[in-house]
């Protein structure tokens, strides 16, 4: 077949959408880039210079941050997908209850991060219904650090409960792609619960299990919302950090730096996962 | 089992598909080795090893089916329409590979079929079931020849099915007053009502033939339609306000509107239950 040349109306047709990207997306990632080499600077000369890279990639707070941001996402993406995983498995067959069940379930998405953190924060906190019931039932003798604890058990709870609705939805499309038959076969040939499990459902909802653990890390490496209210004092996420510095500090440069790591981790992660979607389709 | 969509699992290679059930039963690598290794060569698949169900053509994805059911020596094998997704062709090749290889294995094998060519060709018995019940049981030939009811008449084979009244009893041989005439029937055996009662018969379109003088059970119609089919002629027609159909190896090209007669041998009938 002889493939159709693009026409400028074609172009222009295309503009809305890539022009939009391009013009708003690309061009902040660009800026953000060139003010963390001191050009088009907002509160000094522009100048190009190393300086705000020294400055962050010396400091300990910043990489502390970077950690503690790779940790949140890495934590955040695994844990809502085990979790998601089974309630999606649950969900592959309709049943009685289970479209309203569904539809509570999904509530999560419809609340935005700072309010889900502040419903959230009121459970967990340390004064919160849990401990006060875990007190009451005579279960622990003095309430536990679930809020802003160091390690940031908080946030990767508050992550999963947010977007665990938004998860589930790939999830459960990719199962619900898995045909019957090929599960009734693996049965018939004397294959028990754990072993459709781990050898059809798994691997042949791996590209849905891998988008969600991809989207979910950009999320969660990126939130600010949820680690400013539930996350430890230190360190601070990247986003946080990057709050900080530009408007506590004044430091917009080295903010910059900070935009630019976190783009291009984002990115960096984003190729690890599409080599390990390549690599499980192959292999598995 | 045999599914029929195949039910291959996709995200395996073909190795691992028909290995799977050996996987499941815990049986030792070099076992698994030695008996995938056996079918394969048994089923001509050798060769696609490393490939994904997805890059096997329909015949292919069919053998790599029948290979994992039979890998793992069930007591009973069943096929759920395992050829109903292969070209004409490719079944008719596929089902006697079926037979042959049911045959070597030994393995009784129940075959879940809708296509009656398929049911006579791979059986040793039929059962034909309608809405969950059990019509008749038999070997092809009998199930073909003396269908018992008229669902197993018209589910195997083509049929001409009519009512009449027996008016007449003379040994074996029973007179009966059908919509297009009188037709004398053998019953063969068959537990055949008393005179005067109601009965249902059938006759295969392939049991006419053209009349002959001293043919019995002479029919006269008109041709409503003449389908030629190269080996048989395919024909319509209209016996008294009743439609008739016969198939009939003719040189002669015959068209609508010819009247034509026939005569049905009397051990051509069956007698229906209902």
Redesign the interface.
């Known amino acids: 077949m002889k493939e159709k040349e693009i026409s400028p109306i074609d172009i222009l047709m295309l503009l809305s959408g890539v022009g939009f990207i391009l013009l708003f997306i690309g061009f902040a990632i660009f800026l953000t880039l060139f003010q963390s080499f001191g050009l088009f600077s907002i509160t000094r000369k522009s100048a190009f210079t190393l300086e705000n890279w020294k400055a962050v990639l010396q400091a300990k707070e910043p990489m502390d941050s970077l950690f503690f941001s790779l940790k949140m996402g890495l934590l955040s993406s695994i844990g809502t997908v085990v979790v998601a995983f089974p309630i999606a498995l649950f969900f592959r067959k309709g049943g009685t209850g289970k479209g309203i069940l569904g539809s509570i379930i999904k509530v999560p998405l419809f609340i935005p991060a700072l309010v889900a953190a502040f419903l959230i924060l009121n459970l967990i906190a340390y004064h919160g219904l849990v401990n006060t019931t875990l007190m009451l039932l005579n279960l622990i003798h003095e309430p536990l650090r679930m809020l802003n604890d160091k390690f940031g058990w908080g946030v990767v709870f508050i992550q999963i409960w947010k977007n665990l609705p938004f998860v589930l939805l790939i999830v459960m499309a990719s199962l619900a792609a898995i ?1 019957d ?2 599960i ?3 049965k ?5 619960y754990w ?1 459709v499990f781990f ?2 459902y798994v ?2 909802a ?1 590209p849905g299990i891998l988008v969600s653990m991809i989207l979910m890390f950009i999320r969660a490496f990126g939130d600010f919302p949820i680690t400013s209210v539930a996350g430890p004092i230190y360190p601070a996420s990247m986003a946080v950090r990057m709050h900080i510095m530009a408007t506590v500090f004044q430091e917009w440069d080295q903010a910059a730096v900070l935009g630019v790591i976190i783009i291009v981790t984002t990115f960096m992660v984003i190729w690890a996962y599409s080599r390990l979607a390549e690599f499980v ?1 192959r292999e ?1 | ?1 045999c ?3 195949y ?6 290679s073909v190795w691992n598909n028909i290995s ?2 050996l996987k ?2 815990k049986i030792s690598q070099q076992e698994q080795k030695k008996r995938v290794s056996k079918v394969m060569g048994m089923l001509g698949i050798e060769g696609l090893e490393k490939r994904k169900p997805g890059e096997l053509s329909g015949g292919q994805q069919q053998r790599v089916a029948l290979a ?1 059911a039979i890998v ?1 020596e069930p007591q009973v094998l069943l096929f759920d329409e395992p050829l109903s997704n292969l070209d004409a062709k490719l079944r008719v090749q596929v089902r006697v590979e079926i037979r042959e290889m049911q045959k070597r294995l030994g393995i009784t094998t129940i075959y879940v079929t809708h296509d009656q060519d398929e049911a006579l060709a791979i059986s040793d018995r039929i059962v034909v079931m309608n809405r969950g019940h059990i019509e008749q049981l038999g070997d092809p030939y009998t199930i073909y020849r003396n269908p018992e009811t008229s669902f197993v008449a018209g589910f195997i084979g083509l049929a001409n099915i009519y009512e009449g009244t027996i008016v007449a009893r003379d040994g074996s041989r029973y007179t009966v007053e059908a919509p297009f005439g009188k037709v004398v029937i053998v019953s063969d055996g068959q537990k055949i009502p008393e005179a005067s009662k109601t009965v249902k018969f059938v006759w295969r379109p392939e049991d006419m033939k053209i009349y002959t003088q001293g043919a019995p059970n002479r029919v006269k119609g008109k041709i409503l339609q003449a389908v030629f089919m190269g080996n048989i002629t395919d024909i319509f027609m209209d016996v008294q306000g009743n439609k008739m159909r016969a198939q009939i190896d003719e040189s002669r090209k015959l068209i609508t509107g010819d009247v034509i007669e026939f005569s049905i041998p009397e051990d051509a009938f069956s007698i229906l239950r209902r």
């Open positions: 045909r038959d090929t009734d076969a693996a018939n040939l004397g294959a028990g072993s050898r059809m691997p042949l791996m389709k598995v | 089992m599914f029929q969509s039910a291959l699992f996709p995200h395996m799977f059930g499941m039963q994992r793992t």
